[in-house]
């Protein structure tokens, strides 16, 4: 019902910038909730953002100030990561949510996308 596609990613000095997006491929259902999480190996998976549709986004107090989510249309939304810190240093997966008639949630993940925050 939902196939997420993540991009974006990759190494970055600290204080830098980087961008993730993931779109859901599968447009004929459009989530409900889109955002990302984050993942250390080892770690409980933590919330980065979420956007629920015709709402707000609502963010990590680690990340306030420093992240933007946008939710650019139904199906795409992206992740703008500034002033990026090693303690940032995580798999990121890509989040959405869909709610059926009977308000049953189903929950969907991207594969995941690396970010490397070092010098």
């Known amino acids: 019902q939902v196939q997420l596609v993540e991009s974006g990613g990759g190494l970055v000095q600290p204080g830098g910038s980087l961008r993730l997006s993931c779109i859901n491929s599968?447009?004929?259902?459009?989530?409900?909730?889109m955002g990302w999480y984050r993942q250390a190996p080892g770690k409980e998976r933590e919330l980065v953002a979420t956007?629920?549709?015709?709402?707000?986004a609502d963010y990590a107090d680690s990340v306030k100030g420093r992240f933007t989510l946008s939710r650019d249309n139904a199906n795409t939304v992206s992740l703008q990561m500034n002033s990026l810190e090693p303690e940032d240093t995580d798999v990121y997966l890509c989040?959405?949510?869909?709610?059926?008639?009977?308000?049953?949630?189903?929950?969907?993940w991207g594969q995941g996308t690396q970010v490397t925050v070092s010098s």
């Open positions: 989040y959405a949510r869909l709610t059926d008639y009977t308000f049953r949630h189903y929950d969907f």
């Open positions: 599968e447009s004929r259902f459009s989530p409900d909730i």
């Open positions: 956007h629920t549709r015709g709402g707000t």
